[in-house]
């Protein structure tokens, strides 16, 4: 029996069928990565429970080198191309504030959703493998760690997770959950997310006694005036239709001491950019206009900017197939088109450079709360696990549609 042959919203319904029934197991798998959450790149104890998952299965499994990643590949029944699903794995350094029963106590949180994510791509691959016969190519299942900030894409490019099936696929699908109404999925063709940028500022000035500046010059004044230009920088040289978005997040100076002028202050910061252009402007123009400043002061100032994740860029194609395709079987109403890219940054782009792919998000605040929902990040986020099902189904059929050659 061919996938072609049955129809794509047949498909669908067995698939969100099956998904409801696995969900018991999807939940218990989440809240025991949840509960012990793990930062960075090497993530052991996660990376054991996803292969324990996968383990039934007889998937094609191999870990990583430079990180404890798992890149398993399903066979399917007939010849034909390959799709990438993917799901980032690692938590962030933040203490948990959240009120559920399985909340860490280690100091860490998927206050992002990567249990969510996690769980949910052992799902698709369940599915999927009850199907193998009737798919006409190859699923990659690419199971990273080290997205917040540690560039656990690249590093599995590096190690030919694109090649894991013998052939480049033709796809590449994400799933990241997010706060909002539960179950809504959301996604637009172009430009997803900014790219990601830091920087550092450090002011040299001239230290002394805090009871005659005018012997010195105090570099603190002056990296006040940096943070307080840094706005204008922004507002009064780029286009607001191609946005640029600075945020100074630290502050040093001084030794303790209240009477000390410090010789050097420093400050460091984010840029998120939605163009390439934009980010070569900065990295030009950054630089002197801070020196500009600190030289009006009789003071120095350096600026390292260091380029991060470049920008998730949906294909146009590829999403379109995944919008009909969600929409079949979830109907219409829950599946949206952002109008705008989020600020946020991702390194899945480092896959969507190489492949044509779409990553949507899916809401999955829970019901009932008494205000907004807390957003990604916060130490009070919280993800409605009822979505597993769904998510496990969204990504199997996205792979399955995709393999079959068509959008419905």
């Given at each position: 029996m061919e996938i072609a042959a049955n129809g794509g919203v047949a498909?669908?319904?067995?698939f969100v069928a099956r998904g409801t029934a696995l969900l018991p197991e999807l939940v218990a798998l989440r809240r025991a990565i949840h509960a012990e959450p793990e930062?960075?790149?090497?993530l052991p104890e996660t990376q054991r429970r996803v292969l324990d998952a996968l383990a039934p299965l007889g998937l094609e499994v191999r870990t990583g080198t430079a990180l404890t990643s798992v890149v398993a590949v399903l066979r399917g029944?007939?010849?034909g191309p390959a799709v990438l699903l993917r799901a980032d794995m690692d938590a962030l350094p933040l203490r948990e504030d959240a009120d559920v029963p399985f909340r860490s106590a280690n100091g860490a949180m998927h206050a992002c959703g990567h249990d969510m994510h996690v769980a949910g791509l052992v799902g698709a691959a369940r599915l999927l493998h009850e199907h193998r016969d009737e798919l006409a190519g190859d699923v990659v299942f690419m199971f990273q760690p080290g997205e917040e900030g540690f560039g656990g894409a690249p590093l599995m490019l590096d190690e030919g997770v694109l090649d894991a099936a013998g052939q480049r696929p033709v796809a590449a699908y994400a799933v990241h959950v997010g706060p909002g109404p539960r179950g809504t999925f959301v996604t637009r063709p172009g430009t997803v997310t900014a790219s990601s940028t830091t920087f550092e500022v450090e002011v040299s000035g001239r230290g002394g006694h805090g009871s005659?500046?005018?012997?010195?010059?105090?570099?603190?004044?002056?990296?006040a005036e940096i943070v307080l230009g840094l706005q204008s920088f922004v507002t009064r040289r780029f286009d607001v239709f191609d946005p640029v978005v600075l945020s100074v997040t630290n502050l040093a100076a001084g030794t303790g001491a209240a009477n000390v002028i410090p010789d050097s202050a420093r400050l460091s910061g984010t840029i998120r950019t939605m163009s390439p252009e934009a980010l070569a402007r900065v990295e030009a123009e950054l630089p002197g206009f801070v020196a500009g400043i600190a030289g009006a002061h009789g003071a120095t100032a350096t600026t390292e900017i260091v380029t991060g994740y470049p920008s998730?860029?949906?294909d146009?194609?590829?999403t379109a197939r995944a919008v009909d395709v969600l929409r079949a079987s979830f109907g219409d109403a829950r599946v949206v088109e952002a109008p705008n890219p989020t600020m946020g940054a991702e390194d899945f782009s480092y896959v969507t450079r190489d492949v044509p792919g779409?990553?949507?998000m899916l809401l999955a605040s829970p019901p009932g709360l008494d205000g907004p929902p807390a957003p990604n990040h916060s130490p009070r986020a919280v993800f409605d696990d009822g979505v597993l099902g769904d998510q496990a189904a969204a990504l199997a059929l996205l792979a399955a549609r995709t393999l079959a050659g068509?959008?419905?």
């Open positions: 498909l669908g319904e067995r930062v960075g790149l090497h029944g007939r010849p005659r500046p005018h012997e010195g010059v105090d570099p603190v004044p002056v990296l998730v860029v949906n146009r194609a590829t779409t990553m949507l068509d959008a419905r």
